[in-house]
Nanobody
Framework: QVHLVESGGGLVQAGGSLRLSCAAS????????QGWYRQAPGKQRELVAG???????NYADSVKGRFTISRDNAKNTVYLQMNSLKPEDTAVYYC?????????WGQGTQVTVSS
């Protein structure tokens, strides 16, 4: 079992920055991939960024160059630094962890970008 707790969402103006945090507990040494997804109203949940246990990283095309995912192993925490935010980044952001074949989700944190 893996328990995920997100924090750091909020309201920001376009062009601003936010940093999301996802603290993991439980069977953290079994995590294969950890990442961030988002879901905007009326849209499907989509991958934003992911990082594997080996350190490989991938980003959605829409956030490349603006968002950075990182991991602090000592704190069992994954971060999503979001810069140059746009109104279309508005969504509920969910932390995700995969311990194959199971996926675990956090409760979600709202990010709202005003124009």
């Amino acid at each position: 079992q893996v328990h995920l707790v997100e924090s750091g969402g909020g309201l920001v103006q376009a062009g601003g920055s936010l940093r999301l945090s996802c603290a993991a507990s439980g069977s953290i040494f079994s995590i294969d991939v950890q990442g961030w997804y988002r879901q905007a109203p009326g849209k499907q949940r989509e991958l934003v960024a992911g990082i594997t246990s080996g350190g490989s990283i991938n980003y959605a095309d829409s956030v490349k160059g603006r968002f950075t995912i990182s991991r602090d192993n000592a704190k069992n925490t994954v971060y999503l630094q979001m810069n140059s935010l746009k109104p279309e980044d508005t969504a509920v952001y969910y932390c995700n962890a995969v311990v194959a074949p199971r996926a675990y989700w956090g409760q979600g944190t709202q990010v709202t970008v005003s124009s």
